[in-house]
């Protein structure tokens, strides 16, 4: 019953439908019941920048919640928490630099799935974020609950940040989703070239996580 399920799915999946197994108390978010249109001047990107903010990259595809446009860069307004309005199996590489943790876990789980979805066989996800040890290391010592109250403030509210995976459960994620190689790399280096020197958050080299997720 299950491989059946599994087929009749990538199926679905091929035509851009889903099973969606609904309880009764089951909410879909907007971007299910809606399901996006495909950003047509998207289509033909391979490379994608995630939650690029004002750091637009030149011949990649840059996205974010709110993004402004810019003569000579492509560059598309999509809320990362729902799906994402591109092709199955459309993108190589992909990068993302201090994005992830404005994301609940919930909405990482989410975010990775589709960027499963939308990535090639043996494309490549660059991720630059702070980590949980990091973050500890940087705002947390043993202390009165007034300490770890102002680490709060410091590390979370006032950036609005969700979530500081560690590498465990970064790796867990992604060995659930089908990941075939999760590989933690430094500050700049790669072995892809389109993803060498791309990393801009030089003074976050001793809290940040980097790491490449092949599918
Ligand atoms: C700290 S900024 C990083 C910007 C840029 N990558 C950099 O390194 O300077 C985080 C970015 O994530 C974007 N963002 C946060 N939540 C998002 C969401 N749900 N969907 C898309 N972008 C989101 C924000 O708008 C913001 O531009």
Redesign the pocket.
């Known amino acids: 019953m299950k491989f059946v399920k599994q087929e009749v799915r990538k199926l679905l999946q091929h035509f851009h439908y889903d099973i969606v197994h609904l309880n009764k108390d089951t909410k879909l978010s907007e971007n299910v019941i809606k399901a996006p249109a495909l950003v047509q001047k998207s289509l033909k990107a391979t490379k994608i ?7 637009l990259m030149k011949n990649w595809l840059n ?5 402004e446009n810019k003569k000579d860069y492509l560059t598309t307004c ?4 729902g799906i994402h309005p591109f092709r199955n199996n459309q993108f190589t590489y992909g990068y ?4 992830l943790e ?2 609940t876990q919930s ?1 990482q789980i989410l975010f990775l799935q589709e960027v499963y979805r939308t990535f090639k066989k043996n494309g490549v996800l660059r991720l ?1 974020f702070p980590g949980l040890e990091g973050i500890l290391n940087e705002h947390y010592e043993a202390g009165y609950y007034t300490d770890p109250l102002i680490a709060k403030q410091n590390a979370y509210v006032q ?2 940040h969700e979530h500081y995976p560690c590498k465990a459960e970064l790796r867990m994620i992604c060995k659930k989703i089908g990941f075939q190689r999760i590989t933690f790399v430094t500050y700049g280096k790669s072995s892809f070239k389109d993803l060498r020197g791309i990393d ?2 030089y003074l976050q080299k001793s809290i940040n996580i980097y790491v490449e997720i092949v599918k």
């Open positions: 920048n995630y939650g690029c903010g004002s750091k996205v974010d919640i709110q993004v999509v809320d990362l928490r993302a630099e201090d994005f404005h994301l909405d630059s950036w609005k801009t958050r």
